[in-house]
């Protein structure tokens, strides 16, 4: 198993610990733009912040089941695109935190999002470079 396989795989851990706080701190009240895209899947917001990262995570999964575990020509953009997002979402909640002034939900995992996600970008850079490429 390769180090980006490894490293991405954290990655989707991270986000479903992530995922697990935010429900638990029921993101989608405190936080408004969870409360406008839940809505948009379900009058349920509750509902809708499942779907939603059930969706996510079973995308995750099959990112790393298929294209990455095989090889596809699409992994390396596809995995950039995931790196890009969880950093987003790791330096949002943690900027988040810092506007309000104490705990909002997934500011907790949110660093697990950031190291995992930097890790991925360093292991993607690392199978860039004309070393790696030699070996």
């Known amino acids: 198993m390769s180090r980006i396989t490894v490293s991405f795989g954290a990655l989707l851990i991270a986000q ?3 995922s697990i706080e935010e429900y638990r701190g029921r ?3 405190s936080f408004p733009p969870a409360a406008f895209v839940t809505g948009m899947v379900s009058p349920v917001r509750e509902l809708g912040f499942l779907v ?3 969706l996510l995570v079973a995308f995750g999964i099959w990112c790393l089941l298929w294209p990455v575990r095989h090889k596809w020509r ?3 953009p596809l ?3 995931w790196m890009l997002i969880e950093t987003i979402n790791g330096v949002g909640h943690v900027a988040w935190s810092v506007r309000q002034g104490g705990y909002t939900p997934g500011v907790i995992t ?3 999002l950031l190291v995992a996600a ?3 970008a360093v292991q993607l850079r690392h199978a ?5 490429r030699a070996a």
Do not use: D
Not at 128 to 132: I, L, M, R
């Open 128 to 132: 860039q470079s004309p070393v790696s």
């Open 74 to 76: 699409v992994v390396r």
């Open 16 to 18: 479903i610990f992530h």
């Open 52 to 54: 939603i990262n059930a």
């Open 110 to 112: 949110a660093p697990m």
């Open 79 to 81: 995995l950039w695109f």
């Open 118 to 120: 930097t890790y991925l």
């Open 27 to 29: 993101l989608w009240e």
